[in-house]
Nanobody
Framework: VQLVESGGGLVNPGGSLRLSCVSSAFTLNDHVIGWFRQAPGKEREGVSCIDTRDGMTYYRDSLVGRFTISRDSAKNTVYLVMDSLLPEGTAIYYC????????????????????WGQGTQVTVSS
């Protein structure tokens, strides 16, 4: 496993969590790192993405203003801060590193990403 997520858990609606994605196999600098999620019975969907080469960030439209992606180069870690969480945010969250072929226009296309973590469970419930 080249990417490891952490920070998931149980949170009340309206609460916040910070997910972390770290790699022990390669530096996350100069990579595009994405966060995806998959809820039970649903397809995996893109949540957010950061191009560490230029710092550009991308978000799923419905999450703009509530989720924030960032990186800490010194810690070789990418974070996803999730605020004002809703019950529909319950899912397994995965981080992934894109391969050589990637387009910002279709940043959420899972096929661009060839290294995936094992996922971390996020449950939003009272």
């Amino acid at each position: 496993v080249q990417l490891v997520e952490s920070g998931g858990g149980l949170v009340n609606p309206g609460g916040s969590l910070r997910l972390s994605c770290v790699s022990s196999a390669f530096t996350l600098n100069d990579h595009v790192i994405g966060w995806f999620r998959q809820a039970p019975g649903k397809e995996r969907e893109g949540v957010s993405c950061i191009d560490t080469r230029d710092g550009m960030t991308y978000y799923r439209d419905s999450l703009v203003g509530r989720f924030t992606i960032s990186r800490d180069s010194a810690k070789n870690t990418v974070y996803l801060v999730m605020d004002s969480l809703l019950p529909e945010g319950t899912a397994i969250y995965y981080c992934a590193a894109a391969g050589n072929i990637w387009s910002p226009i279709a940043w959420s296309f899972a096929g661009y990403y060839d290294s995936w973590g094992q996922g971390t469970q996020v449950t939003v419930s009272s």
